[in-house]
C-alpha cells in the first residue's frame, strides 16, 4: 500500500515571483542560479506527474477495511 502513494511534485514559486516583481534579487547569478532550479523542479515533477501503473492495481486488491486502517494509522 505504502508504494503505491503518489505526491505532486509540482512547487508554487509564488514568493520567488513576488520578490521578482519588486526587483529582487539584484544579484544576475542568483537570478540565474534560481532559474535554473526552477526549471529542473518543473522538468522533475512532469516525469512523476502521472500515477504508477501499480497504484490502481494495489489499491483494487486491497478491501477497503486495509485501505482505511493504512490511511489512520501509518
Not at 512547487?11 to 516583481?21: A, L
Not at 526549471?39 to 489499491?59: C, G, Q, T, W
Request: charged share 20%; with cysteine.
Amino acid at each position: 500500500m505504502h508504494a503505491s502513494q503518489w505526491q505532486d511534485l509540482n512547487i508554487s514559486y509564488s514568493s520567488y515571483q513576488n520578490m521578482r516583481n519588486l526587483g529582487f534579487p539584484k544579484s544576475i547569478v542568483i537570478i540565474d542560479d534560481v532559474e535554473v532550479y526552477l526549471a529542473h523542479s518543473k522538468s522533475n515533477a512532469l516525469a512523476f506527474e502521472d500515477f504508477p501503473i501499480y497504484r490502481s492495481l494495489v489499491r483494487q486488491l486491497s478491501n477497503v477495511q486495509a485501505q482505511e486502517f493504512y490511511w489512520e494509522h501509518c
